[in-house]
């Protein structure tokens, strides 16, 4: 019943009559897989809702269907209070690899706090700043403004109702710089005001040192297998991993300053979200956070999307292809690509030994009271500022060939001539990436699997995928990966994870 609806849901978008009695369908089937694919927007209660949410149902003439909440916000509707549209899962980023527009929007939702120019992201982007606008009213509907607006009202919507934050406190970490300011926008847009909405909070954590919320995601969500595979990649002193939960150093740039904390990840199944805590020292930085987990945790996947595109691998590797296998990304994008190259023809045990040693003499110490967690791994630029390389990582055990290409990753990183931002073009970091001397096509892939979240990225050569696919030369592989585009990245997951069982 659902497989119809989804089919004849994306079969009807092109007819706008069609489209609204599908969508209305699937918002009828309270199917978690459409949420966060579209929001309605009830003209009788002057509220916009998730698909999943369980009010009573309106009628069909009283609904009308928006692609973000943005837009549903622009035409004049408050959010649900009962479904809360600011936790529903958001674009995948396969939707979003060559689309300005949405380039520009991933850049807005995690950096909605970072105080950044609109001229300043469209230069990130490669246009101008009259050209983003254009592009992004046409794509959406609203204005990067007004989307803006969105991002950072949804932000302080969820910290009134997760936490017992002061109005002052959820204003200024919502990116906010007056408290008047936001209580007028607040009431403008939602008419309601912040203290109203925390009073009609069902469930509130006390805050202290510590800030907790949750991001949902489309089920099945197969969060062990996500946890085995950070676990078995554990750097000492920098993560901490048990059979329940992920957590680790936390540091990033807020302007001009430093900030440092820390992030622990657990699966609450049964609301379909993860339960993130993060230490109240992030806050200045919460979007920064929120966008780095969901990368991490995939939380954008569109399971039943992936599965259907890679059903055929159960073909080559009977079961194989696993409803909810999601794809680890990562949270430091620079810490992973200098592991990625640590990596390179050795054990997972030896490369993570070689990057512990590296946390251990250039990393820096963190009290974060919590055990294991000790220290942030050093930064491109402190790893770019290290003279001779060879000689400084060379004492730790690294070759003076990987030395010398970490360097290089660094110092691209650090000039602006590499980015991993979830902004970036896949196709083009990746060129830079098989320029410098030392990556090759595994690492180029392995790097946009995991910090560009490509989801197409395919390692014929890796010894993984051929343990699995045995019988086939890595030339046989690739075109045998053709049919699973473009979930590529997921069919390798799944290849995986059947060694590990």
Known sequence: MAEAQESTLRQDLNHPESRKRALYAAFASKDARFDGQAFVGVSSTGVYCRPVCHVHMPKYENCTFYETAAEAEAAGYRPCLVCRPELAPGHSIADASANLARRAASLLREGCTSGESLERMAERLGYTDRHLRRAFQREFEVTPVQYLQTCRLLLAKSLLTDSDLPVSQVAAAAGFKSVRRFNDLFKERYRLTPTAVRKSARRRTP??????????????????????????????????????????????????????????????????????????????????????????????????????????????????????????????????????????QVTVVAANRLAARIVERYGKPMDTGIPGLTHAFPTAAEVAALEPIEDALGVLGVIKTRSRTIAEIARLLEAGDLRFDAGAVVAEQMERLLAVKGIGPWSANYLAMRVLNHPDAFMETDAGVKHALPHLEPKERLELAEQWRPWRSYAVLCLWNSLAE
Do not use: K, N
């Open 207 to 344: 805050s202290g040192d510590r800030v907790a919320f949750s991001l949902s995601y489309r089920p099945p969500y197969r969060f062990a297998e996500l946890l085995a595979f950070f676990r078995a990649r554990q750097l000492e002193g920098v993560e901490a991993v048990d059979e329940h939960a992920y957590a680790r150093v936390v540091r990033m740039q807020h302007g001009d300053e430093e900030v440092l904390g820390w992030v622990r990840v657990a699966d609450d199944e049964r609301r379909g979200a993860l339960a993130v805590t993060m230490s109240a020292s992030l806050l200045p930085v919460t979007s920064q956070v929120i966008a780095r987990v969901r990368r991490q945790f995939d939380v954008d996947c569109d399971p039943q999307a992936v599965h259907e595109g890679i059903a055929s691998l159960d073909d080559a590797v009977p079961g194989a292809a696993v409803l909810g296998t999601r794809v680890p990304g990562c949270f430091d994008p620079f810490e992973t690509a200098v592991r990625a190259v640590l990596g390179q």
